[in-house]
């Protein structure tokens, strides 16, 4: 992997999502959600921004049944807001009713790098609750240098190829060269393919893009729903634009106070928490392929495994042979939802009999590789905005060498590879925009921040922090496994959260679901 930034959305909505990702196409003949037609009802922050705030999206044909698409435009350089345009792909469907409706929801699944039109097409516009549905036009944006919107490129297919399988706990000097290597391509390759971009797009820069999406759709406030690293895209809207916040949810919350390290750090002990929760129920079954004795037993045998597929790499179903960097991949892509723990038991069981083909799947589908070895730019765009927010967590490999015992703490079956990991925006071309700091967002409306206690990507203790910093945080917590909690099953999650997108009625602050 090459961030341990990646912050993605359940395993299930992935794979909804992954069902339906179509473009726009043309035509017109699909009906207009109702409601403000121009967005002159929402006030213009900055006069050289007004022919952005202005402009009206012309909606046409998606392909998708019920849903529109549009083109949304964007100064590249908020600085020079002439210099040039991105466009950004939207889409919507609309409001079901009955009720009155309430105006438009965005929705963002995470990563960054996620691709929220196809998320709102797979499972949000259709997926999310009837009440909510009922109520909102349903929106997305795939932001800045993502999916439809002018995405981040960096690496050809078999280039990736390549790279996925670079090993990531480097034994020698030699290891750790080829490692380093592969990142200093990575970056390079994004460089030449995107060069253009690559230096505008951050989270705050997306985040205006939504306060422009806002306006043109006739809001007079955002009312939106982030996941996983959504959490900080609407948190950082919130620190922008506290006046026009309206309803909020941020689940499965990031922190914004800590830096590259600690976020890497707390997220290599959130993956050992969820493959502990995991080999808690393996052991208890007879057929676990980590053994039945205790948990610490099975993350020994984990480990144990990772260290024979590394000097060993197991035969799979294609050329790829599977050694321990997917293999790893593999495992923590089935840490995101507890229902991914089946496929995860039988793909080690088989891969324990020395045949890889199960975890190959599962990291192909983490990395979002096609049957025909083409990539989405998932990855790409992830590096590019994680690269770009943040100061990198490494300056180079004798860092995390100093680092490796504090993440191997954090994880021993996890912790060195992600130090590794972690060393990538150490060669990034274009320098940080953002520090870390604490988001208070003063004056906004109430915010709800939902945190779930055994959560893997984005610890529970990210939820807390983020609910206490924000003026008016109320913090929501589900006590289960898995990443993030709205539409994953818990009726107590979501009508709290129901109640507060349809009423403007916020749980009350610490409220705990099972």
Known sequence: MDSRRLLRMSATALAAAGLILSGCTGGSDAAAPAGPSSATSAATPDPALRSFYAQKLSWRDCGVPSFQCATLRAPLDYAKPAAGEIKLAVSRIAATGPGKRL????ANPGGPGGSAVGYLQGYAGIGYPAPVRARYDMVAVDPRGVARSEPVECLTGPQMDTYTQVDQTPDDTTETTTLTTSFKGFAAGCAKRSGAVLPHVSTVETARDMDILRA???????NYVGASYGTFLGATYAELFPGRVGRLVLDGAMDPSLPAIDLNRDQTAGFETAFRAFAADCVQKPDCPLGTDSVDAASDNLKAFFRTVDAEPLPTNESRKLGES???????????????????????????????????????????????????????ANAAVNCLDLPAAFTGPADVEKAVPSFEKASPVFGEGLAWAALNCAYWPVPPTGNPHRITAEGAA???VVGTTRDPATPYKWARSLADQLSSGTLLTYEGDGHTAYGRGSDCIDSAINTYLLAGTPPKDGKRCT
Do not use: H
């Open 446 to 448: 109430p915010i709800v």
């Open 103 to 106: 105006g438009s929801l965005l």
């Open 216 to 222: 043109v759709l006739g809001d007079q406030k955002l």
């Open 326 to 380: 997917l293999a790893t991949t593999g495992v923590i892509a089935a840490m995101y939802d507890e229902g991914a723990w089946p496929q995860l038991r039988e793909a080690l069981t088989r891969a324990m009999g020395g045949e890889g083909s199960g975890l190959l799947a599962l990291a192909d589908a983490y990395y979002e590789r096609e049957a025909d070895g083409t990539y989405a730019n998932l990855m790409f």
